[in-house]
């Protein structure tokens, strides 16, 4: 697509003020990680939000459920790496924790302890 105009995006909204209402909510959710809905990979978000808008993929109608699939979508990669770090978490505790029990690690170290005293007695 070459150049995008403002008069190929007042084809597909109402007027001028709809139009940059439309463009910033669009940016901001491209700038938030959406996915664009255009192939267009060294534009700008705001050439990519245009494009989209020229070319009917985004609209007043359809924004908020853009919106509302990239929040979605946004939350599940969360819940994901929130479960990722927890199992990483738990296998370095696992890892780290000594055999048996804490109890059983220090009766050993004071058993352990007391023999030495033992040898340096006699």
């Given at each position: 697509m070459a150049?995008?105009?403002v008069e190929d995006c007042l084809r597909q909204v109402e007027n001028r003020?709809?139009?940059v209402?439309?463009?910033v909510r669009r940016v901001l959710q491209l700038r938030k990680?959406?996915?664009p809905l255009i192939d267009a990979p060294?534009?700008?978000e705001v050439v990519i939000a245009l494009r989209e808008i020229a070319?009917?993929?985004?609209?007043?109608q359809n924004i908020l459920e853009?919106?509302?699939?990239?929040?979605?979508?946004?939350?599940?990669m969360r819940r994901r790496r929130i479960a990722s770090t927890s199992e990483e978490i738990q296998e370095v505790m696992e890892e780290s924790a000594p055999s048996g029990s804490l109890e059983e690690s220090m009766e050993e170290a004071v058993a352990e302890g007391q023999g030495e005293?033992?040898?340096d007695a006699e």
């Open positions: 150049r995008v105009t003020f709809a139009l209402h439309l463009a990680g959406a996915t060294k534009n700008k070319a009917g993929k985004v609209t007043p853009l919106e509302a699939r990239e929040d979605q979508n946004g939350e599940l005293k033992d040898e």
